[in-house]
Nanobody, 129 residues
Framework: QVQLVESGGGLVQAGGSLSLSCAAS????????MGWFRQAPGKEREFVAA????????DYEDSVKGRFAITRNNAKNTVNLHMYNLKPEDTAVYYCAAERSGRGTAPVGPLSVGGMDYWGKGTLVTVSS
């Protein structure tokens, strides 16, 4: 049974930092590109960050570039999202997701909501002003 379980959400003041973690199980972790998405109240779910199967290639949505960092640990089947200089507009439910991609060397680009194979249930991040 495939599971993606996010943790680490919470309340933080603007300018603060927070790290999210996602634990994956039930599939071959290294056959998948991993991504983080977010959904703010009243808005559509949107791409935040992606990381290739090896961890060597990453991509970010423009508004988080330079503030967020995605990493993965293939020995532990985890993917993390480290968030710095948080802004109130970063408030959202953050979702971990997996896309089957194999172990190629193609660049990682923005991921689409419809293209993901597995999803976690999300963790809420609230940034107060």
């Amino acid at each position: 049974q495939v599971q993606l379980v996010e943790s680490g959400g919470g309340l933080v003041q603007a300018g603060g930092s927070l790290s999210l973690s996602c634990a994956a199980s039930g599939y071959t972790f290294t056959d998948y590109t991993m991504g983080w998405f977010r959904q703010a109240p009243g808005k559509e779910r949107e791409f935040v960050a992606a990381i290739s199967w090896s961890g060597g290639r990453t991509d970010y949505e423009d508004s988080v570039k330079g503030r967020f960092a995605i990493t993965r640990n293939n020995a532990k089947n985890t993917v993390n999202l480290h968030m710095y200089n948080l802004k109130p507009e970063d408030t959202a439910v953050y979702y971990c997701a997996a896309e089957r991609s194999g172990r190629g060397t193609a660049p990682v680009g923005p991921l689409s909501v419809g293209g993901m194979d597995y999803w976690g249930k999300g963790t809420l991040v609230t940034v107060s002003s």
